[in-house]
């Protein structure tokens, strides 16, 4: 499954990417930089968005089966 992770480079979003990778899944993290998503694991890839920026939405949210989100 296609796993979107929101604040997956934060403390605890990244627990949740590694944990994804290590079960196979495919992982992709929002992040608004894309100098943070050169730190992700590998496996993961990353899309850069701004939830604040309703334009970033369609290339954010398509093709996933699941999406995580800490508030």
Same mark, same amino acid.
């Given at each position: ?12 979003? /990244? ?6 990778? %290590?079960?196979? %899944? ?6 608004? /930089?894309? +100098?943070?998503?050169? +730190?992700?694991?590998?496996?993961? /890839? ?11 939405? %369609? ?5 996933? +089966? ?6």
């Amino acid at each position: 499954m296609r796993q979107l992770i929101l604040g997956g480079t934060g403390t605890v979003g /990244s627990l949740v990417v590694r944990g994804l990778l %290590e079960k196979g %899944e495919n992982v992709r993290v929002v992040t608004r /930089s894309a +100098d943070r998503g050169k +730190d992700l694991p590998k496996g993961a /890839s990353f899309v850069v968005g701004d939830l604040a920026d309703p334009t970033t939405y %369609e290339k954010i949210f398509v093709d996933y +089966d699941n999406l995580f989100l800490l508030t």
